[in-house]
């Protein structure tokens, strides 16, 4: 049994870090680590610094413009970011559009549209979900209808994130009426600039704005534009799914997270003292950083596992479930250290003027409400048990 | 034994839901509560028109309730309909002019709006933390310091201020334009306000405050947890109404037994919450009032919090939009834990109090 990472993995992990502090702009980490919204600039600005070190889509194969990362690469990679405050990489895109197009696609769309990924001419959205197909996906009821050599598209999609950024989405559309709705499903690629198409924002819980409808109107898409065979979707759909699953736990972001707590709770006081002295606060806390020492070791036995090509099954349904749920309690503890001063609306104005909680916590509240959506999508924390389940009771 | 209301308490529940249910829409709510003043005066002037305020203090005092059911009726209507008058300065400082002595008319008409201004950024929700200081310059009091999350305080006209005069912890009157208030929105909805006071004028109240400050906060703790229990009801009505007709699967999602069982531990946690703001509110002015409030306040603050997550992960996306009003209930249930002292404090007080038998 050894715990570490090899002697080649820690001289990666070396440069990710050396590379991080060169190249991260201080604005950009002070800005995610103190939970304000990024505007799209921000989010430019961090996967043109990634694109020219050539490590934006890292698990990419080298022949389409990444390193060919295993798991363990990836995963340091990402915890070195986390840990350093760099935005996220936007997923859409880079981890499931990319992926996608490799396997499934055609070589003229992977021609076009990797490097433009990569480039960042182009910004993905993600048009799965529709106002009465969540959870069940498959029910989704966007039509497309074969006309000569278009399809027309009519229907809507909802929470759609930063979809406000995009130029292009990604969409499960319905190409076959009859049948089990898994077997009627395409895959296709729309420009957003196509008439007929609108998008309006969906404010959410803290009064961010993230997500998005999208209502299609006879929207006409040319069948080459779709991925993979006609009413083939539900495999790439289920393959994006299996895919892209090294970083659902959010250690790197629980590990963070756990940090600033700390840090806050040095510096808050609660009956004349520094909160961390205060027992039942420290017991929180001390709980929570057992049970995220666990979550460690458990997702890297089984990146391990991965790494050496062991089959993960169910397994991520695991690291999601617990994954976000230490997450969550983690927003929970930095909310619950501020006391009263959790309880302004966060904005610019009143934290530029009148600071109220300490500099760089005034959005632990808006961030604790925001983040109760990981554990809803990416498949509901309900849902991964059911795959659980399922996965146990049939053995 | 009877657990009935009295005739007068059940008047007075129906007299608020109504006029909120009238007089304060949801789309108006939602508009107040974020938008300066952070409340709507003139629905204010009405609830004190509807004679509310004299529900707050007994007849002793010019009222006619005073109890601890009173006051928990009342703040149930309020979280029901999540309204974000901010009452609970006018609960608390009518408990301090009375234990001052001092006239209660202006506050009872709802002529003169309170806000009590204890808690300190580094002294969140303790009294013996506090620094603001009090000094008498010969010409009257003068206040200094500044005082932090003031509810309702950016629309106060009179603000009851915690100082501390040489040893002791004193109450003062400080009227609204002799001091210099930051107001704001909560993330929750409802006015706040930073206070600076810097040599601002006071009135004495209370020379030696201590009991009536932790009195007047235990009926504020009361007031938030009847509040937090109508907002957590509300809620949970329109969890049951969605189980019922949110339809993934060709089913309701109610049908589903990993929904049915958690939605019926919230019932059963609310039934807990409702139980100890009972028992708080009957302990209210008795020896047991300090062990009653904590408890209450100390379940109620982890019980609201359970309901506000399951709500929102029970009904998946949707309750986590502006637009869906569950999401805003989950604000203040969470929120609620903020005011008064949250959970752990109230623990705190309870171990204390079996410690010290
Ligand atoms: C902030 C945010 C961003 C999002 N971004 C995107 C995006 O970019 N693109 C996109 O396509 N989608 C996106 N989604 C949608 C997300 O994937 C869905 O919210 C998710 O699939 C759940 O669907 P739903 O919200 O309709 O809930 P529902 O499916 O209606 O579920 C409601 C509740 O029922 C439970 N439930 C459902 N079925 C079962 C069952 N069989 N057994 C037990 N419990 C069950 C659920 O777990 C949940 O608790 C986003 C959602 C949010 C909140």
Known sequence: ???????????????????????????????????????KDD????????????????????????????????????EECCLAGAPRIVPFGLKMLGPVLMKFGTPEQQATYLPRILDGTDWWCQGYSEPGAGSDLASLKTRAERDGDDYVINGQKTWTTLG????????LVRTKADGKPQEGISFVLVDLDTPGIEMRPIRLIEGGHEVNEVFFTDVRVPVTNRVGAENEGWTIAKFLLGHERTNIAGVGFSVQALEQVKQLAGKVMRGGKPLIQNTLFAARLARIEAELDAMKITNLRMLARAAQGGRLGAVPSMLKIKGTEIRQAINDLARRALGPAAAPFPSEDLDGNLPIAPEGHAHHAASYFNNRKISIYGGSNEIQRNILAKGMMQR | ???????????????????????????????????APYHDPQKWTGIAGLGIFYALVGEDRGGMGGA????????????????????????????????????????????QRYAVAIGELDAPYDLDGITCTAEDGGDGWRLTGRKSVVYGGGVADRLLVAARAEERLALFDVAADDADLRPYPMIDGGPAAELLLDGAKAKLLIADATSALTDALDWGALALTAEALGAMETTYAMLLDYLGTRKQFGQPIGAFQALQHRAVDLAIEIEQARSIVILAASAMAGPDQAKRVAQAKHLVGRIARTVAEEAIQMHGGIAMTWEYPVSHYAKRLVMIDHQLGDTDHHLERLIEQLQTG
């Open chain 1, 1 to 39: 049994m050894d715990l570490t990472y090899s002697p080649a993995e820690r001289a990666f992990q070396t440069d990710v870090r050396e590379f991080l502090a060169e190249n991260l702009p201080p604005a950009l980490s002070r800005k995610v680590n103190a939970r304000g919204e990024l505007t």
């Open chain 1, 164 to 171: 406000q950024h995009a130029n292009r989405i990604f969409c």
């Open chain 2, 68 to 111: 601890g059911f009173d006051i928990a009726v009342i703040f149930e209507e309020l979280g029901r309909a999540l309204c974000p008058e901010p009452l609970l300065g006018a609960v608390m400082a009518a408990r301090l002019l009375s234990a001052a002595g001092a006239p209660l008319t202006d506050l009872l008409s709802g002529d």
């Open chain 2, 1 to 35: 034994m009877n657990f009935e209301m009295s005739d007068d308490r059940r008047m007075l529940a129906e007299t608020m839901r109504r006029y909120l249910s009238e007089q304060y829409g949801w789309e108006h709510r939602l508009r107040v509560a974020y938008t």
């Open chain 1, 43 to 78: 989010m430019e600005r961090w996967h043109a610094i990634l694109n020219a070190r050539g490590w934006l889509a890292g698990p990419w194969p080298k022949a389409f413009g990444g390193q060919g990362w295993g798991p363990i690469e990836q995963h340091i990679f990402e």
